[in-house]
């Protein structure tokens, strides 16, 4: 019988070490639990959300503060283990991030596929005027309004220079 998982909420203390895993797994090396790490030391992780199941870490995401625009967030890594990537448990991640971003007036950008991000409640054509380091294709934006305003995106430093 297959296991639940349960509803997504705030890592717990003493679950880095899954988190650590899931990235590695998920990712197929340990460029994205690097991230993570450096994100942490360096105070920029503003929250760290994850979906367990069976008591073990399925599915997890990332917000960091950017450096600018001010008061912005930046979702990264989002990682879904890969024997549960078939049940739609990063959708569901995702879009309820994207929901709160709206509902909380807060930005938050996401870099990579956009069919995916737009499914979830992200929009590349509000990202479309951003300056960004990273391609502005692959660039997507949550949160309050329909404007696509112009704004320079400086990232966490962790992230380093593409």
Not at 35 to 41: P, T
Not at 64 to 70: E, V
Not at 78 to 99: C, K, S
Request: charged content about 20%; overall charge neutral; hydrophobic content about 45%.
């Amino acid at each position: 019988m297959q296991s639940m998982p349960d509803f997504m909420r705030e890592l717990r203390p003493g679950e880095e070490p899954q988190v650590d895993a899931l990235l590695r797994r998920a990712f197929g090396g340990p460029d994205e639990a690097r991230l993570v790490a450096r994100l942490r030391k360096s105070g920029a992780m503003a929250g760290e959300m994850v979906v367990p199941t069976g008591g073990q870490v399925t599915a997890y995401a990332a917000l960091s503060a950017m450096q600018a625009p001010k008061g912005w967030l930046c979702l990264a890594p989002v990682a879904v283990d890969p024997p549960a990537q078939e049940r739609r448990l990063g959708t569901r991640l995702v879009g309820m991030i994207a929901e709160w971003a709206r509902l909380s007036g807060m930005n938050v950008v996401v870099l990579g596929d956009a069919g995916f991000y737009q499914r979830t409640g992200f929009s590349a054509a509000r990202a479309a005027r951003l300056s960004t380091p990273y391609p502005v294709a692959h660039t997507l934006l949550a949160g309050p309004g329909d404007d696509a305003p112009q704004e320079q995106l400086i990232y966490p430093v962790a992230f380093g220079a593409p």
